[in-house]
């Protein structure tokens, strides 16, 4: 895995479980900044329903994270007006592996636990696979997470083909989706085409990720 320093100093036990063993990272840093290009960090992490994912789990399949924050005005610009669920439904359709992932810390700004984070699917009617939760935040950690939303794609070999912001239109005003480039829309036709993603990393906008 190609990481910063750091995380190669401090990534060097193979497995850390956090958080009663509801959480796992493997190689996980205390920060760290994955690399574009790079393998992307194992993890292994329950979701709303219990079950516990990993990213091994969906090898050979494209993995899209998406860091969420229901308080957070910028998450709601894009689900208020349904451009994240459509773009959920569009990329699983197409058999495209599709994680919220929530790190806002218990008692901070976003945190739900399973039940209720299985409501605020169906409440915002979106399309994931599973939301994850990682209240302790080592996944969004390992991942370098910094905003909500904060988007990576995965391709079928585990490698990180894009990371960054979901659009290039930083603002929380809904107006500003009309004619925005979408990259992760971009990024997974790219990676369905067989090609190199073009735009591969942007900066992401949105509030901060509420880690504990």
């Given amino acids: 895995m190609n990481i910063s320093r750091r995380a190669l100093l401090l990534g060097a036990a193979a497995v850390a479980i956090v958080g009663g063993a509801s959480v796992a990272i493997f190689g996980q840093p205390a920060e760290a900044s994955v690399e574009t290009g790079a393998q992307a960090p194992a993890f ?26 229901n308080g957070c005005p910028y998450v709601q610009k894009h689900y208020g007006a349904g451009a994240m669920q459509a773009l959920q439904q569009e990329a699983t359709a197409s058999g495209v592996v599709w994680l919220q992932v929530i790190s806002s810390a218990q008692g901070e700004q976003g945190y739900l636990d399973g039940a209720g984070a299985r409501a605020r699917v169906q409440t915002d009617n979106a399309h994931p696979t599973a939301t994850l939760l990682d209240a302790t935040g080592v996944m969004g950690r390992a991942y370098g997470a910094r905003n909500t939303p904060h988007m990576f794609v995965i391709n079928g070999e585990g490698v990180l083909v894009y990371q960054g912001a979901i659009d290039d239109r930083p603002s929380a005003r809904p107006s500003t989706l009309e004619g925005a480039n979408n990259y992760v829309r971009a990024a997974l036709a790219d990676v369905a085409a067989g090609r190199a993603v073009r735009v591969a990393e942007t900066t992401p906008y949105g509030c901060s990720v509420k880690y504990a």
Avoid: I, Y
């Fill in 44 to 69: 292994s992490v329950v979701d709303a329903s219990g079950a516990t994912r990993t990213l091994s789990e969906f090898h050979g399949r494209t993995v899209v994270l998406e860091w969420t924050n």
